[in-house]
């Protein structure tokens, strides 16, 4: 069902070279139907019939080229949850830290635990003020 000369044929029916990605021949199919629309030569019947047979034409290339990239192309791999390698507070502490003028040492960033206990201690403070101007509104 496919074949090379028709994978050419149909990349050049879109106006792209033989090493395009899935991404450079949807981004390349949206910009040349925005060009040979129909509707834009509503007024002029030639350029009416044109765009649309070039636009005929470049729908029939773009459905095949997909379907060539879908059975032939393998997709890239997802980085799946147990792939990902975590960096140890250790391992952080070296990467992050720097030291100033007065040669003290101080981190770039806080760790995550450090970070969320910030915004629950915040978050209690906030419970707190609105719980005494709710409390000064009953009296």
Do not use: W
């Not at 044929?9 to 991404?23: M, W």
């Not at 509503?42 to 060539?68: G, H, R």
């Not at 949850?81 to 250790?90: P, R």
């Amino acid at each position: 069902m496919f074949s090379q000369i028709l994978y050419r044929k149909n990349l050049k029916t879109l106006e792209l070279g033989d090493n395009c990605t899935l991404a450079e021949i949807k981004e390349h199919y949206r910009h040349l139907v925005k060009l040979c629309h129909p509707d834009k030569y509503f007024s002029d019947k030639d350029l009416f019939q044109v765009a649309q047979n070039t636009l005929k034409k470049c729908n029939v290339a773009y459905e095949y080229l997909i379907q060539y990239y879908q059975m032939y192309v393998p997709p890239k791999s997802k980085q799946t949850y147990n792939d990902i390698e975590y960096e140890t507070d250790i391992e952080l502490e070296k990467k992050y830290k720097t030291e100033n003028k007065d040669n003290t040492k101080y981190y770039v960033i806080l760790n995550f635990s450090k970070q969320f206990t910030i915004v629950i201690y915040l978050y209690i403070a906030t419970v707190i003020i609105f719980l005494f101007k709710i409390i000064l509104i009953i009296n």
